[in-house]
């Protein structure tokens, strides 16, 4: 053997590699995040920069679901797609995450949100300055605030709109419990996105008309911040008597009893395995949370 051979210095490829999972889990949820926000929020830009010409509540309704859909394909197998911190913080308090890994998850969801949000202006400013003459507006007919984050309904009370977003949250978590409850009906492997995206369509669709259905802490609030900053004003955070902590709050409620009425209900009570057979754990087979995901 020649000196030196065999002793090659690592390819530029190799050098890239992250070595820790944790490293990979918490970018996966940043560009998850962000995959998320740039086609979802970018389904109601179009809508409502268009007039209602190149969109509506059907394909902002479908879009964003697709969106979430598209980003746990591209996520799912490494950090799960979990994408939403009010879906983090269920896998942990139940269990199916550690309790160390939320705040870098959590981090990465709302870093992914705002960086998504910062590339939908950029890629609409254009047609954001044209709409309203240049300028960025909160309310009223010509607001665009809207398309990056969730504002109530006039009517909306803060106390029905945070039962609002509790409710909404359960149903999503209770229902992201049984798509992954290997001991249910479950869903074919690989097809869980798209159930998914069904599911957030059909939440959508019924308990969407209040305040547009956020459920999702990273969602609203870093959109909501970007747009504070890129020019709408801190107004957005008063708007609707205060109304931005309730899509950042409700949802981590929601997501609690929502995988609490799993559990309790239906979850528990399924019948032990039979403890004579007992098979060799799959080393392909991810942990419970890297299955568990959502918007």
Same mark, same amino acid.
């Given at each position: 053997m020649q000196p030196g051979k065999g002793r090659k210095g690592k390819s530029f490829k190799q050098r890239l590699v992250l070595k820790s999972s944790l490293a990979k889990e918490t970018i996966s949820e940043f560009l998850g995040t962000f995959i998320m926000i740039v086609?979802?929020?970018?389904?109601?830009?179009? &809508? +409502?920069? @268009?007039?209602?010409?190149?969109?509506? +509540?059907?394909?902002?309704?479908? !879009?964003?679901?697709?969106?979430?859909?598209? &980003? +746990?394909?591209?996520? !799912?197998?490494?950090?799960?797609?979990?994408?939403? $911190?009010?879906?983090?913080?269920?896998?942990?308090?139940?269990?199916?995450?550690?309790?160390?890994?939320?705040?870098?998850?959590?981090?990465?969801?709302?870093? !992914? &949100?705002?960086?998504?949000?910062?590339?939908?202006? !950029? *890629?609409?400013?254009?047609?954001?300055? &044209?709409?309203?003459g240049g300028k960025l507006l909160i309310v009223g007919e010509n607001a665009t605030a809207h398309i990056f984050a969730t504002y109530p309904a006039p009517y909306l009370s803060l106390t029905n709109a945070f039962a609002d977003q509790v409710v909404a949250t359960m149903f999503l978590l209770m229902i992201v419990f049984a798509i992954f409850d290997s001991r249910n009906l479950g869903v074919p492997? #690989?097809?869980? $996105? *798209?159930? *998914?995206?069904?599911?957030? *369509?059909?939440?959508?669709? @019924?308990?969407?008309?209040? @305040? #547009?259905?956020?459920?999702?802490?990273?969602r609203d609030l870093s959109p909501r911040l970007f747009t504070a900053l890129a020019g709408w004003g801190f107004e957005v955070f008063t708007a609707g008597n205060n109304f931005w902590w309730i899509p950042v709050v409700g949802p981590l409620v929601g997501a609690v009893i929502g995988g609490l009425i799993y559990v309790l209900v239906i979850e528990i009570h399924h019948p032990d395995p039979d403890p004579d057979f007992e098979t060799e754990p799959s080393e392909d087979k991810p942990d419970k949370y890297e299955l568990s995901v959502i918007m």
């Open positions: 086609l979802g929020c970018g389904s109601v830009a179009q &809508a +409502i920069l @268009s007039r209602g010409h190149f969109g509506g +509540i059907v394909t902002i309704n479908v !879009g964003f679901a697709m969106a979430v859909v598209m &980003a +746990i394909y591209v996520t !799912g197998g490494v950090s799960g797609g979990h994408i939403n $911190p009010a879906v983090s913080f269920a896998m942990c308090l139940f269990g199916r995450m550690k309790w160390f890994k939320f705040p870098f998850y959590v981090g990465a969801q709302f870093l !992914g &949100a705002f960086a998504g949000a910062a590339v939908l202006f !950029g *890629i609409y400013y254009d047609g954001l300055m &044209a709409f309203a492997k #690989g097809l869980e $996105p *798209i159930v *998914i995206g069904l599911l957030i *369509i059909a939440i959508a669709s @019924s308990l969407g008309l209040n @305040s #547009g259905c956020a459920m999702n802490p990273a």
